[in-house]
């Protein structure tokens, strides 16, 4: 399973955009990229998940560039709500194999 | 919300003592897995189910077992409770293990915060 890095916290302020990186250079051919979010004492939620190129859901858009070696989550104009740990997941399509990292912890400032 | 839920919620418990935790869907959903998390680590998988009768072992599955004799519902018992076992729990279920759909999901419980002591 590819090995994913991304910044352990992030500040931002309330109506702006974020972004959100995350590597993963080992990634393989059929493998997905995939992001929840945690709010504290509940269990993580879906965001999005992409192969590929660009996907936009009403939440967030995830931006995959070609070699698929890193990948952006887009939140567009946060809010105090959005106040939660993101986690990159590299997901090989068949198996169970979750493997969340320590993710990254966003902070939404008024 | 996905119909998910864990019991207990909280327990505390003495070290060498069984728990039995237990995690309850009403989705019908084929894969069942539990989780743990702790400061430092993410949510790391003890077990998972891919249907009744039918488990396989995660990550750090030592000192653990679970059982599935109903789709509905999956056990995860701690045979003697240590200290090290002191973690919060997450129960998830998915439709499915192929990527690209919305049954790919996993959908998680609210979590048990065990204390072990």
């Known amino acids: 399973l590819a090995k994913t890095t991304q910044p352990i916290s992030m500040d931002s302020y309330e109506g702006q955009e974020v972004n959100i990186t995350c590597s993963h250079n080992n990634i393989a051919t059929n493998d997905y990229i995939t992001w929840y979010q945690q709010f504290p004492s509940q269990g993580p939620r879906f965001i999005i998940q992409g192969y590929k190129t660009k996907v936009t859901n009403e939440v967030a858009s995830l931006f995959i560039p070609a070699d698929r070696k890193s990948s952006t989550l887009s939140l567009p104009r946060v809010s105090l709500s959005d106040t939660a740990v993101y986690y990159c997941?590299?997901?090989?399509?068949?198996?169970?194999?979750?493997?969340f990292g320590t993710g990254t912890r966003l902070k939404v400032l008024a | 919300d996905a119909g998910i839920t864990q019991s207990p919620r909280h327990k505390v418990t003495e070290t060498g003592t069984p728990v039995t935790l237990r995690c309850h869907q009403t989705e019908n959903h084929r894969y069942m897995y539990w989780y743990r998390q702790d400061p430092g680590h993410g949510l790391r998988l003890i077990h998972y189910?891919?249907?009744?009768?039918?488990?396989d072992k995660g990550e750090v599955s030592d000192g653990y077992s679970v059982s599935r004799s109903k789709t509905e519902d999956f056990l995860l018992t701690l045979e003697s409770a240590t200290s090290s076992q002191t973690s919060v729990y997450f129960c998830?279920?998915?439709?499915?293990?192929?990527?690209?759909?919305?049954?790919?999901?996993?959908?998680f419980g609210p979590g048990t915060r065990l204390t072990v002591t």
């Open positions: 997941l590299v997901t090989t399509s068949g198996t169970y194999k979750y493997i």
């Open positions: 998830a279920i998915s439709e499915s293990l192929l990527a690209g759909g919305s049954s790919y999901e996993q959908y």
């Open positions: 189910s891919y249907g009744v009768k039918d488990t």
